[in-house]
């Protein structure tokens, strides 16, 4: 049944309705009203050949569905929640040899050993190395900005975007020459709904297979020789299971967009944030607070949605849902709950206890990364504190137009001259 209160036709995954905002009221509306709500949409918009998904916006069924993979698939129908209309099924079953769309036990195969790369060890191994690396990004910046007329740059180009790229290819051992093919790869994957890229899926298939076929080379030259890295521990690992070359070529390319695109829209969304929240900026610059990372990843909310797929009839939020039919989980309405969070609408960078889900719902699928990109939001936030303390809102931000993405593709800011 559509509910009354929403336009004929609304859709949460609509590209233009994210290119302008993430849909708030309506998200508290269902909340309120129909917290899993069937979303009709037209045959095969989203090019799975159905008529529509189910909306769910509590923070109680979001975290239920992602802990119940046994009844809500990822492998089915991928994670992603809305592709062109124009994408083939064979394209789509290409996408389940990424780990993000695969299901128990071989997703758990596949995540004990990617899991190596990321342990506390190893992550703060690289912290060190990410440290100078936001300050020379942070300088870099500062720098430019001085030697132009009115001190003003695109925070998104020339401060976001770096240091999420650098900690993915110094986790990899990805040699700094061939850094920027990384980032221009893991651009036109995450950016084909948007007209002004002018990238097709097929140009986003392509960038996909380069990845793949990339970090394919990087493991078979791993396996001749290995040195003392996470390539080598993932793909040359005697005795305790590995990654095959064709594996380690799809985990690469999560990487490139669950760990660069996501923290690198984090890092964005916080600095407006901050923009516009004076008080919180000064906060931050006199204090440096520990739980600022989590209020700016619940704040942010960099993946606004994924899917699941239903295995078998059942019921969720008082709705019979049948097999086969397909689950939206929306964070970023799960993030704003009040029944979990008070005042979510207010950004509060001391915001503790922060069950929030940007990371997702918990479960099998939860962030890999994230311990890697909570450190990498505090490295580039105390170095923006130390280097551009001063900073100013030129502009409102220009928004990505993504089906699932909350991303920002310019943010013109300015700092003081002299």
Known sequence: MRCPHLPDGFDFT???????????PEFALMRQTAPVWWCAQPANISGFGDEGYWAVT??????????????????????????????????????????LNMDPPEHTRVRQIVQRGFTPRAVRSLEQALRARARSIVETAHAGA??????SFDFVTDIAVELPLQAIAELIGVPQEDRSK????????????????????????????????????????????PAKDIVSQLVAAEGEGNLSSDEFGFFVILLAVAGNET??????????????????????????????AEEIVRWATPVVSFQRTATQDLELGGQRIRKGERVGLFYSSANNDPEVFDAPEVF??????????????????????????????DLIFNAIADVLPDLRLLEDPRRLRSAWLNGIKQLQVSTPLG
């Open 146 to 151: 001085a030697a132009g007329a009115d001190g």
């Open 263 to 292: 923290t690198r829209n984090a890092i964005s969304h916080g600095m407006h944030a901050f923009l516009t929240h004076p008080e919180q900026w000064e906060l931050y610059k006199r204090e440096r607070p520990g739980t600022t």
């Open 58 to 99: 509590r923070h109680a069924d979001v975290k239920y569905v992602s802990t119940h993979p046994e009844l809500f698939s990822s492998n089915t129908n991928t994670a992603v929640i809305r592709f062109n209309e124009t994408i083939s099924r064979d394209q789509i079953e290409v996408q389940k040899l990424i780990m």
């Open 182 to 225: 990384i980032f221009d790869w893991s651009n036109k994957m995450a950016a084909y709904d948007d007209p002004e890229y002018a990238i097709t899926e097929e140009v986003g298939a392509e960038a996909a297979m380069e990845i793949v076929a990339y970090a394919m080379n990087l493991a078979a030259a791993r396996k001749e020789c």
């Open 348 to 377: 509060d960078i001391t915001r503790d206890p922060n069950p929030h889900l940007g990371f997702g719902g918990g479960g099998p699928h939860f962030c890999l990364g994230k311990s890697l990109a909570v450190m990498e939001i």
């Open 14 to 24: 609509d590209p233009d309705l994210l290119q302008a905002r993430v849909p708030h």
